[in-house]
Every structure is written in structure tokens, then in C-alpha cells.
DNA sequence: CTTTTTAGTTAAGTAGACTGAACTATATAC
DNA sequence: GTATATAGTTCAGTCTACTTAACTAAAAAG
């Protein structure tokens, strides 16, 4: 009862700090990648949920097939993604991220990552043990829901 | 030393599935409210450093002061921010958060904090427990290496 | 085999974010 | 007290994202 009532103001101060963290880092890494946030948040989407086609980006961007089109575009211009034939239906298109474009996000993640590593770094073995059991648990809680959704 | 390596990857596991959740919540909810990403990450930014002037907007946002005037300009149009005149430099201008601005920022931090709760549900009370301690942890190492650096 | 859906592209036009440059007003330096 | 730096605004113009509408081509339905 009383964890109940602890849980989730913990979660909520936490989350707060870190989505605030986070969100800033990505947007100030997009931007100097020189590309926008929408076709940085592609690159990304490819990167989390593996090669799609056109009309799941526009779904899950929510912007009409138009857009996702040329917002697409931009980036095999750019060399960051590849547009190729879906063999099993020819008027599909099957998005993969490139070389380039992967090493971009990956870099990304990296940056992120380092700040995690400064974090650790102020945390003795004992909390570092303790926070991963946690964020294992809260990890799989994540997914679960995620697929009990789909 | 083992725990120094099992750290890491489990931090990384957790922040790619947070961070792709939570960024695309906020840019979908931004979207539901009628304001641009840039609008609403500047009531984000209040919400989350307090009030501030003009200079410091453009500067963490790396935007040009004119840039920055005009999307302050449409936010106090909007009615979500105040934008009043700072005693102490009648030159600078202070802006904060309005009843309507903080209540939008609020309703997204709540839309956010309703999955964290379906999360919740799916531990149990011990392992809620130890989530709590561990997140606390981490707060605060993430504000000590805030202060840190300022 | 025609009809209709579905996947995606292209084009024209709107709206927002952004920049540099010119400007006002206050504060600071000498 | 003049000169300069600082805080912010306004304007004109550019770039990007986005939309609707008209289109092509392939698949599915009848």
C-alpha cells in the first residue's frame, strides 16, 4: 500500500528528469546532423522497429502518404536510407536504414549513452546492482504491455 | 566489476525502450494540442527550469533571439505563456508559465504518467519497491551531475 | 477481364520556423 | 556624458513540412 503510493511520484520525478534530458539531447544531435526532427524521428523509427513500408511511417506519423513520400525522398537522397521493390507486392516499397544512416543513429545512442556512463560513474557497485535489477524489471513491464497492445 | 559491466547494457536496454516511448508520446500529444514541437518544447522547458528571459530561450534552444521573440510571441498570443518585464532590467522581459500553459504541460505529464501506472500494475509490491529505490538513486545522481556542470 | 482497392509519387499551394539586418530602448564602461 | 554593449522586436526572405488533388501502377474482387 504505502509502495503503491511511493511508486509512482518516484517514477514521475525520475521520468521528469530524464525525458527532459533526454528529448534535449536528441533534438541537439539531430540538429547537428543537419537534418530535421521529423526525418531524424525516421531515421530512428527504422532503427527501433526494423525496415517498413511507406505507409507505416505516415501511420505512424500520423501525416498523410504525401508527406511520408517526400520526407522519404529527402533521406535516400541523402544516403541515409534505402527504397527498394517489395518483392511480394510491387507497388510496396521496403525501407532499410543504410550504412550511413545506422552509424548516425548508432552515434547518437552513443552520445546517450556517455551521459549514462557519467551517471554510473557518481553510483557505487552496489546502487549500480541495484538499479539494473530494477531497470530489468521495469524494462520487461515495458514490453510486456507493449505486446499485450499488439 | 561485474556489476560495472552488467550496468551499462541493461541502463542502454532500458533507455532505447523508454526513450522511444516517451519521445513519441510527447511529439503525438504536442501534436493533439494545435502547437508545434518547438512551441511546446519552450512551455516544456518552463515547466521543467522555471521562468526565464528571452536571451536564455534562444540560447538553449540555439535559435536565433529573433527566433526565439517570435515563438514567444505566438505562445503569449496563444495564451500560454506571460511575458512581463523584469524589474531589475526594465530592457529584459520574464517569462513564465500561465494557468492554461501549466495546466497543458500538466495534462501531458499526466497522459505520460497513466502508462507508467499500467506499468506499475504489472509488478508486485516487493519489486515496486525496489524499483523506487533504485529510481530515487538515480535522480539524484542525474541532479548532482546537473549541479555539477553549472 | 473489367472494376475497385491499395501503395506510392508528383505538383501546387499554405503555414510555420528560421535567419540576417535594421531598429528601439535600457544598461554599462570610460 | 558620450560610446558601447545588451535585451528584445520587426521585417523580408528562405526553407521545410505538410496538405489536397490528380496521377501511375500493381493487386484483389466481382
Keep these: 500500500m504505502t ?11 525520475w521520468m521528469d528528469t530524464f525525458m527532459h534530458r533526454s528529448m534535449r539531447g ?16 525516421i531515421l530512428m523509427q527504422l532503427h527501433h522497429k526494423g525496415p517498413c513500408g511507406m505507409s507505416e ?3 505512424r506519423f500520423d501525416i498523410s502518404a504525401a508527406a511520408a513520400s517526400q520526407l522519404v525522398e529527402k533521406l535516400v ?10 518483392p511480394s507486392d510491387r507497388r510496396a516499397k521496403l525501407l ?3 550504412a550511413k544512416g545506422s552509424e548516425l543513429i548508432q552515434l547518437g545512442i552513443e552520445e546517450r549513452y556517455r551521459w549514462m556512463d557519467e551517471l554510473a560513474s557518481t553510483l557505487s ?26
Excluded at 511511493?6 to 517514477?11: A, D, I, N
Excluded at 536528441?26 to 524521428?41: D, E, V, Y
Excluded at 557497485?125 to 497492445?149: G, M, Y
Design 3 to 13: 509502495d503503491q503510493v511511493q511508486f509512482s511520484p518516484t517514477l514521475r520525478v
Design 26 to 41: 536528441w533534438s541537439h544531435f539531430a540538429k547537428s546532423t543537419g537534418l530535421s526532427m521529423p526525418q531524424f524521428s
Design 57 to 59: 511511417v505516415s501511420e
Design 77 to 86: 537522397q541523402g544516403g541515409y536510407l534505402e527504397r527498394t521493390e517489395d
Design 96 to 98: 532499410t536504414l543504410s
Design 125 to 150: 557497485a552496489d546502487e549500480q546492482k541495484k538499479i539494473s535489477e530494477a531497470l530489468v524489471l521495469l524494462t520487461n513491464a515495458a514490453k510486456e504491455i507493449e505486446n499485450r497492445k499488439s
